[in-house]
Nanobody, 124 residues
């Protein structure tokens, strides 16, 4: 079955960096568009980066543009989220998600498969 397993979360001070990884199995990874979402308590789930199956198109919301970088390694079935200059408002559970076809999309409803999430906490 399809599995998406996130890792790399943790506690970091404001201004610090973290790199999240999402290892995929049970699907033809190179044909799936991938994304990272986050959800803080009491807030809606937000896309913080999306990348098409070949990496040719990438989306970031304004809230993370210039600080976060999404990338993928199709040979190793992994998608990454490099997060720099972290702020306390970046604190959330971060989820990896996958969808087949349809191009770049930042809506959570468009994604079929989800990981279990990894906690990122940024202290001030």
């Amino acid at each position: 079955q399809v599995q998406l397993v996130e890792s790399g979360g943790g506690l970091v001070q404001a201004g610090g960096s973290l790199r999240l990884s999402c290892a995929a199995s049970g699907l033809t990874f190179s044909t799936y568009n991938m994304a990272w979402f986050r959800q803080a308590p009491g807030k809606e789930r937000e896309c913080v980066g999306a990348i098409t199956w070949r990496g040719g198109k990438i989306y970031y919301p304004d809230s993370v543009k210039g600080r976060f970088t999404i990338s993928r390694d199709n040979a190793n079935h992994t998608v990454y989220l490099q997060m720099n200059s972290l702020k306390p408002e970046d604190t959330a559970v971060y989820y990896c998600a996958a969808r087949l076809g349809g191009g770049l999309d930042y809506n959570s409803n468009a994604y079929y498969y989800w990981g279990q999430g990894t906690q990122v906490t940024v202290s001030s």
